[in-house]
T-cell receptor, first 113, second 111 residues
Framework: QQPVQSPQAVILREGEDAVINCSSS?????VHWYRQKHGEAPVFLMI?????EQKGHDKISASFNEKKQQSSLYLTASQLSYSGTYFC??????????????FGTGTRLTIIP | NAGVTQTPKFRVLKTGQSMTLLCAQD?????MYWYRQDPGMGLRLIHY???????AKGEVPDGYNVSRLKKQNFLLGLESAAPSQTSVYFC??????????FGPGTRLTVT
């Protein structure tokens, strides 16, 4: 089942903080975050694991809500380079590792000077 | 180390024509994937492979076939192209427990 991302789009000024959400109807085993710039391939940002452990980007963090049905990605003191479309990907609970991710429809983030 | 490469980068087909998209990775990854990306739809998994000689269907497999005869290559075939297959196609690969690496994409237009 495809996770739902919110907001669909957001515009921020440089230096402001951004929060992007990824929601599922079932508890999330892990959440994978990718960023895609226009005309380019998606690039890995981070993985949020079931126990809250994070692997990936230094300046980006993520968390689960209490029921682990929503993950939030936090971008602090956003930079112009943060602009792009952010996708969350969730593996099927029966999968081990990271095969067969289902991606959300994306959140378009625009950072303006 | 080229990472994940895709051939071709662009292609225009007429309805009913066939073609093969090639994905190659030099990272010795076990897992490989083909996605299609359409506006507002995100990335949707077409087929994937968990090892040489194995393939499996993803979310939107109809109209596509795949083969993985060598570990480093994953081929996506369209036997009879339809306008609904106009899309950007991405290949990705990874090792178990690690992030996926994406290729640069193939932009396909079917007229």
């Amino acid at each position: 089942q495809q996770p739902v991302q919110s907001p669909q789009a957001v515009i921020l000024r440089e230096g402001e903080d951004a929060v992007i959400n990824c929601s599922s109807s079932k508890a999330l085993y892990s959440v994978h975050w990718y960023r895609q710039k226009h005309g380019e391939a998606p690039v890995f940002l981070m993985i949020l694991l079931k126990g809250g452990e994070q692997k990936g980007h230094d300046k980006i963090s993520a968390s689960f809500n209490e029921k682990k049905q929503q993950s939030s990605l936090y971008l602090t003191a956003s930079q112009l380079s943060y602009s792009g479309t952010y996708f969350c990907g969730t593996p099927h609970p029966s999968n081990f590792g990271n095969e067969k991710l289902t991606f959300g429809t994306g959140t378009r983030l625009t950072i303006i000077p | 180390n080229a990472g994940v490469t895709q051939t071709p980068k662009f292609r225009v087909l007429k309805t009913g024509q066939s073609m093969t998209l090639l994905c190659a990775q030099d990272m010795n990854h076990e897992y490989m994937y083909w996605y299609r990306q359409d506006p507002g739809m995100g990335l949707r998994l077409i087929h994937y492979s968990v090892g040489e000689g194995t393939t499996a269907k993803g979310e939107v497999p109809d109209g596509y076939n795949v083969s993985r005869l060598k570990k480093q290559n994953f081929l996506l075939g369209l036997e009879s192209a339809a306008p609904s297959q106009t899309s950007v196609y991405f290949c990705a690969s990874n090792s178990r427990g690690h992030e996926q690496y994406f290729g640069p994409g193939t932009r396909l237009t079917v007229t």
